[in-house]
Antibody, heavy 121, light 111 residues
């Protein structure tokens, strides 16, 4: 069965950095595009970024462009999100998600449980 | 403000049917058949319920159905059950961005 397990969330001060990880299992990770999607407390969902199966195609939401970096290690079945220059408005649960086969950045079929990132002084 | 517009809440009694709307523009909902719906229970990950407007993934109950007319997509849940109480989000491909967009979410209450 498909499993996505996020880690790396926590409390960080404004301007700080954090690196999220997502361990994937139960499917051939290297065949799928992957996304990060976030949800601010009590709010809706926002697509943050996606990366192609081989890592060559990457897109970011305007709200994080230039501050966040998505990457993947297919040998380790892992997805990452490096978050720099964090702001209070980045506070959210960050979900790792698998893009549905044949789709890129607009349809995900499996989600992790999420990891909470809190940006506060 | 979310890119797609959903009602904040809907409610229904067990056994009844409800419909949740999702309104966009010709650049997203109206222009492409790439509307999807997710169900999210409190403190849980979202679950894909409908994709490509009206297709159900394997394992999703046929009580859930999707449709679209113009710039508005709809999710209908028939034969409401207590376990259907959750938040529902629509999502769509958009030509204005390389990333999909979501609605603001609708809280379904089963009375």
């Amino acid at each position: 069965q498909v499993q996505l397990v996020e880690s790396g969330g926590g409390l960080v001060k404004p301007g700080g950095s954090l690196r999220l990880s997502c361990a994937a299992s139960g499917f051939t990770f290297s065949n799928y595009y992957m996304s990060w999607i976030r949800q601010a407390p009590g709010k809706g969902l926002e697509w943050v970024s996606y990366i192609s199966s081989g890592g060559r195609t990457i897109y970011y939401a305007d709200s994080v462009k230039g501050r966040f970096t998505i990457s993947r290690d297919n040998a380790k079945n892992s997805l990452y999100l490096q978050m720099d220059s964090l702001r209070a408005e980045d506070t959210a649960v960050y979900f790792c998600a698998r893009d549905s086969e044949g789709y890129s950045g607009y349809l995900v079929d499996y989600w992790g449980q999420g990891t909470l990132v809190t940006v506060s002084s | 403000q979310s890119a797609l517009t959903q009602p904040a809440s809907v409610s229904g009694s067990p056994g009844q049917s409800i419909t949740i709307s999702c309104t966009g523009t010709s650049s997203d909902v109206g222009g492409y058949n790439y509307v999807s719906w997710y169900q999210q229970h409190p403190d849980k990950a979202p679950k894909l319920m409908i994709y490509d407007v009206s297709n159900r993934p394997s394992g999703v109950s046929n009580r859930f159905s999707g449709s679209k007319s113009g710039n508005t997509a709809s999710l209908t849940i028939s034969g409401l059950q207590a376990e259907d109480e959750a938040d529902y989000y629509c999502s769509s491909y958009t030509s204005r961005s390389n990333l999909g967009i979501f609605g603001g979410g609708t809280k379904l209450t089963v009375l």
